[in-house]
């Protein structure tokens, strides 16, 4: 939520003369402008490999992961394992890591898959883009930072730090379950869907 949505709201709260009793002209204002409080921002960037292009809400019908990293980061690196493997493990279901360097050039990015296997996708952009991508989640003042999206570009989960099954079962548990129950959901919606056309 932007800081004028966020003053609509104060205004709006602070004009009403019964704090339990807001009239409906104020609901519908407050429910306006918190509606895509839980969407993940729209964003396109490049690929390092073939140079394709990713915009998100393209994706409505994925599970992202959106890993938000750097080469110079070692927990970045850390986690590059065991997103492999759960690349491995649901590519094949509708999962997809979009992982963005905040920092890093292509020429940087490309000298580091010479030494680090990555089988997701690597995304860059210049510094202004990458700005407004890092306003637009909020601000990712440290790094490594994930967001996992649902169906329709949801968010369902932040992930502050870096995501290791050795260090922090619990946290990689819970991404699992989560990927898991999205992909599950994804999958019922799309079954009710063909249920109904026939």
Known sequence: MNKYNFII????????NYPNELSDKQLEKIKEVTSDI???KDFTLKS???DSSYTLSKMTDKVI???FWATWCGPCRM???????LYEKYSNRGFEILSISISDTKDQLVNFLKAYNIDYPILYGNQVDMQKIIID?????????SFLIGKNNEIKRIYPGAILKQYDPNMYSDLVYTIESSLDEKYKDHSVKIQNEK
């Open 137 to 145: 989640y909020g601000g990712v003042y440290s790094i490594p930072m």
């Open 65 to 67: 992961l959106i890993n």
């Open 48 to 50: 390092v490999v073939k």
């Open 9 to 16: 709201i104060l205004l709006v709260l602070s004009s009403v």
């Open 79 to 85: 986690e590059i394992p065991d997103f492999n493997a």
């Open 38 to 40: 839980n969407i993940a």
